[in-house]
């Protein structure tokens, strides 16, 4: 591997106020730069409770900034301290802002939000940008609803941020999948920013153990994972009630809750899976990996790390994706089972236990996605790295100016002034 005498400095951002996607998406692209040239340091900034629980390559560190949770009314709370989420999210940007002043990097790359979470990351992308670092925002294959990315973009203010801030733009999926900037009104210099990576491939560590918790699971089992766990329960519902309904499915199954699902829904689960000799349950690992490649298939809500994961271990799968608050997953798993990649249950026709069932029964003649040849699919860790070597290869952005603030003639400040304070910044 090259080295240096300089480090090479990589920002990761990561807003994470809920779920696991996130965090698992940087962690997979930090451990590959790392792993590629050992002069790289990779830095990541989240939100996540749940990143101290990985396991990171050398190189790796991260600053866990105060979270914030979502509420039922779409508003964001204080996720931990007493204090209210306008001090905490004013918290959240002098954090973020001052680690990018502070640790320097030679590239920042910002996950799926273009200005973080209510505006928290601007202050730093204009502080960055003063000084020449480039700037990549890095979005999964599928956002949203065209439409409805378009009036969420619209109402952040999220165009001039991509045209005058942004150095490049990398979709860390494939065009012929899903083009998730469909419906946006973009000009021509953004579109000419966007980089179609391909897929994250994701491998095992050197030491995957399964948990002991299934360890003596008897026989081929079925992998049902709902990711986080916070909407996950009609999904692990409908896979017991299948199994309390038809005694004929030919396999048992590893259910992995997710750290975010509730304690009672849990509890509930557990005592219902208890009556089943081949059905095994856990809250979290921080491998997933190694439970999916022992399975025998696997049923999951199909959000992006999961998918990545089910095409990186060959697996045959069901994906049982929601429709709320986002259409992302109905769009990706549509997308991939009208290839044959993966099939597909549709929640919103009604979660009837035979349907389910039928579909366990059916999983061992499913076919696998390497059946499916689709050039590129799993090429984006190699191409994101690709990428960032082309943008270490200049030299380090010393700071123009350690005080640098949003000035008044801003592009994105001036568009919008309230973004200079995210705390107040419309969502």
Not at 154 to 162: C, D, G, Q
Not at 186 to 212: E, F
Not at 373 to 382: A, I, K, Q, S
Request: aromatic share 6%; hydrophobic share 40%; net charge neutral.
């Amino acid at each position: 591997m090259p080295t240096s005498s300089r480090s090479k400095r990589v920002l990761i951002y990561s807003h994470d106020s809920f779920g696991l996607g996130h965090v698992s998406r940087c962690r997979t692209i930090a451990n590959a730069l790392v792993d590629a040239d050992q002069s790289v340091s990779v830095l990541i900034l989240s939100g996540s409770p749940m990143i101290g629980s990985y396991e990171f390559r050398s190189g790796i560190d991260f600053v866990r900034v105060p979270g914030v949770v979502k509420n039922v009314t779409g508003d964001y709370d204080s996720a931990n301290l007493r204090v209210g989420v306008e001090h905490t999210l004013e918290m959240r940007t002098r954090i973020i802002r001052d680690t990018a002043d502070i640790y320097r990097p030679d590239l920042f790359i910002v996950d799926k939000e273009p200005l973080g979470l209510r505006g928290e990351v601007g202050p730093a992308l204009r502080l960055l940008k003063d000084r020449g670092t480039p700037l990549v925002l890095g979005l999964r294959d599928v956002m949203d609803d065209p439409a409805a990315l378009a009036q969420e973009w619209e109402r952040k203010n999220v165009v001039p941020a991509l045209r005058d801030l942004y150095d490049e733009i990398w979709i860390y999926g494939l065009p012929q999948i899903n083009k998730p900037m469909t419906g946006i009104e973009l000009p021509p210099s953004v579109r000419h920013k966007m980089v179609y990576t391909g897929y994250l491939r994701r491998d095992l560590p050197l030491h995957a153990d399964i948990p002991h918790e299934v360890g003596d699971i008897d026989g081929p089992f079925i992998l049902v994972t709902a990711g986080g766990g916070g909407d996950g329960e009609d999904l692990i519902d409908w896979v017991l009630a299948a199994y309390e309904a038809d005694p004929h499915i030919p396999y048992g199954a590893v259910i992995v809750f997710g750290p975010f699902m509730s304690a009672t829904a849990r509890d509930s689960f557990r005592d219902r899976a208890e009556k089943f000799a081949n059905i095994r349950t856990l809250t979290f690992t921080n491998n997933l990996g190694a439970l999916m490649k022992r399975a025998a298939g696997v049923v999951a809500m199909g959000g992006y790390n999961t998918f990545c994961e089910i095409l990186s271990f060959d697996k045959k799968a069901i994906i049982v994706p929601r429709t709320r608050p986002r259409l992302e997953q109905f769009i990706r798993a549509r997308a991939a089972r009208n290839i044959g990649l993966i099939e597909m249950l549709d929640a919103e026709k009604g979660r009837d236990p035979q349907a389910m069932a039928t579909a366990l029964r059916q999983l061992p003649q499913q076919g696998v996605p390497s059946d499916v040849v689709v050039p590129g699919l799993l090429d984006g860790l190699g191409n994101v790295w690709r990428l960032v070597a082309k943008q270490l290869m200049h030299p380090h952005r010393g700071p123009a100016s350690l005080g640098a603030v949003a000035s008044a003639t801003d592009p994105i400040a001036a568009a919008d002034p309230v973004l200079g304070s995210p705390a107040r910044a419309r969502t």
